[in-house]
């Protein structure tokens, strides 16, 4: 399904590329830090912070856009989205920021920008929820963390 993904601008992010794919087989746009020019920002090996894109998106109601990290970043510098995926509700209208982590070894630089993460839109399904008193047995059970083996 194609739709346009609304996004407005603001005053920090002037100059900057709008979210874009990058390939044609991309399944999310690039989202960019919208830091000053004379302010990159600095992450130690374990710290966190919340990058600004300086950008508001309307997500379509029935979906959610999910910020993931870039494959790349987290590859070779240990660049992570906290909380990934991030879910960007479809009745939100602030600006989106990127909770990041260095999880590297050493600091990482972010500058204006940069691509940081990227941003997924996809469907939601909402059911009702429906308290019962048991539930259908199945092969795996209650087996969790490594119980299905290496």
Known sequence: MTFALRVMRLAHAEGLALPAYATEGAAGVDLVAAVPESSPVTLDPGERKAIPTGLVVAIPEGYEGQVRARSGRALREGLAVLNAPGTIDWDYRGELKVLVVNLGRDPITL????????????????????????????????????????
């Open 111 to 150: 500058c204006r920008g940069e691509r940081v993460a990227q941003l997924v839109v996809t469907p939601v399904v909402r059911p009702v929820v429906v308290e019962v008193e048991s539930l259908e047995e199945t092969p795996r059970g209650g087996g969790g963390f490594g119980s299905t083996g290496r």
